[in-house]
């Protein structure tokens, strides 16, 4: 996926059913070498009409990566999952261990109706669909232990995964803090909206409270707009 000029991006059926995107004719590779191919036409099309709007045609611009999110998860899907499959899975456990949505506070109490408002459910979801009920601590920077049968669901729902989802799921993750709200979204439980209140719950108070910087504005809306593409991703991805 290097800078590159094109005349027209367009979508590349391949011989095995998958679909890729063309830049001038030629198949799309990611940085590895392998050519970009998924079984969803709609997910492709995505690709492709993220490639028409990068520059004018007929132009040979710098390419801005920024601009090109659903391709850049699926570069990873291709590239990076497979090899480091073990490794991924347990990076995201390891979140289930200090689960954002398991530290609540002791106070005030309309913050304690909040999380359980908000985050309660979720767990109880996770709990539900994955037989992976999660220990809750209130007031401690200590993470509570967790069941390990509970961990071990949660991994063995990660496992069953394909690669483009879990690149997915990685993205999300790392956009939230949270392995229960990202599964969430993943699963289509939650929207995009929905994730954003979770993972922003506690920031989100204090801002009602205290009121908001320049730096956290630009930081949250970063955060809108990456759960955004994240939600997208997995619709298209299931279509």
């Known amino acids: ?13 391949r011989g095995d059913g998958s679909f890729g995107v063309a830049l001038d004719g030629k198949p799309l590779k990611t ?8 079984a969803s036409k709609r997910l492709a099309e995505a690709m492709v009409d993220e490639w028409r709007n990068v520059a004018p045609r007929g132009k040979a611009p710098k390419i801005d990566f920024s601009k090109l999110p659903l391709t850049r998860i699926v570069g990873t899907a291709i590239d990076r999952v497979p090899p480091k499959r073990e490794a991924i899975l347990d990076e995201l456990v390891a979140h289930a261990q200090t689960e954002l949505l398991c530290f609540r506070a002791s106070e005030p109490p309309a913050l304690i109706e909040r999380e359980a408002a908000i985050w309660q459910p979720l767990l109880d979801w996770a709990a539900l669909t994955f037989d992976a009920p999660l220990v809750v601590s209130h007031g401690s920077i200590i993470a509570p232990d967790q069941p390990p049968q509970s961990l071990a669901a949660l991994r063995g729902a990660m496992t069953a995964m394909d690669d483009l989802k879990l690149a997915g799921l990685g993205v999300a993750v790392a956009t939230t803090g949270s392995l229960i709200v990202s599964l969430a979204l993943a699963e289509g439980k939650i929207d995009a909206v929905g994730a954003f209140d979770a993972a922003e719950l506690d920031a989100t108070f204090q801002i009602e409270r205290w009121g908001e910087d320049s730096e956290a504005t630009e930081k949250r809306a970063k955060t809108r707009q990456e759960l955004i593409v994240a939600e997208r991703f997995f619709a298209l991805a299931r279509s």
């Open 1 to 13: 996926m290097s800078a590159v000029a094109f005349v027209e991006p367009s979508l590349h059926p």
């Open 31 to 38: 940085p590895a070498g392998s050519e970009i191919s998924v």
